[in-house]
């Protein structure tokens, strides 16, 4: 069966672009699995910069959503979008406007303000360090500096949801479990309250590892996407996490933001 073209998406900003990209993809999630390409340019901060975008929107196709608050740029923006047929959605310009209306102040109208280099902003960065060093049980010894400990068997997303949770300054370490391997005694010396297990439904991992080997060029049949391979392992998983005691959420057909919410949510419960 054909697969069908992904719409690009252009993210314009003056800044880095990190707001309308969180936005398109949460959007572009209600559509799923109809898929979306976000092409991402940021720093925009002359006409040049709007021209290469809107040129290579008349070649490619495509959409543009923009996050730019110095007003000529988005005028200019506008304008040729309309000039040439693109569809085209300011995400920050109504809201701006109606605060500053509010507000009864005028916008400073100045790029990048949204990341500036202050100790939140540090702390983000640090939690991201720390997410990477202690990915997949590369060293243990991150288990007892964490704030959130992820456990499960490979695919059930701890990586990606290490990382976005990171993003909300949490210093997460996760660590994959193994029939083959006793997990490290740290995590029964911890508090449980911290630790996450990660459960999903042996279907559904048996599609997505089968995926992840056909990604890396490799057969589909191998003991890695087997079944009855999947059932041991999440028992396995299931007896680890019972004699933890810690909560379970299932990530079956959650997406990570979704299963991210529901960690932060029981973390604020039980501290």
């Given at each position: 069966m054909d697969h069908p073209l992904p719409?690009?998406?252009?993210v314009v900003s003056d800044s880095v672009g990190e707001t309308g990209e969180s936005v398109v993809r949460a959007a572009a999630m209600q559509f799923h699995p109809v898929p979306v390409e976000i092409v991402r340019a940021p720093f925009i901060h002359d006409i040049e910069g709007i021209d290469k975008v809107i040129n290579a929107i008349r070649i490619h196709g495509g959409i543009v959503v923009f996050t730019l608050v110095i007003p000529e740029l988005r005028d200019d923006l506008i304008a040729k979008a309309k000039e040439?047929?693109?569809?085209?959605?300011?995400?920050l310009g109504p809201v701006v406007n109606t605060l500053g209306q509010a507000l009864r102040q005028e916008p400073r109208r100045q790029p990048g303000m949204i990341h500036p280099l202050d100790e939140d902003y540090f702390k983000k960065v640090e939690a991201v360090e720390f997410a990477v060093k202690y990915d997949?049980?590369?060293?243990?010894?991150?288990?007892?500096k964490a704030d959130?400990?992820?456990?499960?068997?490979?695919?059930?997303?701890k990586t990606p949801l290490s990382?976005?949770?990171a993003h909300k300054r949490f210093k997460v370490a996760n660590v994959p479990l193994v029939p083959e391997m006793q997990p490290p005694a740290a995590?029964?010396?911890v508090s449980k309250d911290k630790?996450?297990?990660l459960r999903i439904d042996p279907d559904k991992l048996n599609v997505i590892r089968q995926e992840r080997l056909r990604t890396l060029g490799l057969a589909e049949?191998?003991?890695?996407?087997?079944?009855?391979?999947?059932?041991?392992?999440?028992?396995f998983a299931d007896k680890i996490m019972s004699k933890i005691g810690c909560v379970i959420f299932d990530v079956s057909n959650r997406a990570v933001e979704e299963t991210a919410s529901l960690v932060m949510d029981h973390i604020e419960h039980v501290q």
């Open positions: 719409t690009r998406v252009y040439h047929g693109i569809p085209h959605i300011d995400l997949d049980g590369r060293d243990f010894s991150g288990i007892q959130i400990i992820l456990l499960g068997v490979s695919r059930t997303s990382m976005y949770l995590i029964y010396t630790i996450i297990g049949n191998a003991t890695y996407a087997n079944v009855e391979r999947i059932k041991i392992e999440l028992a």
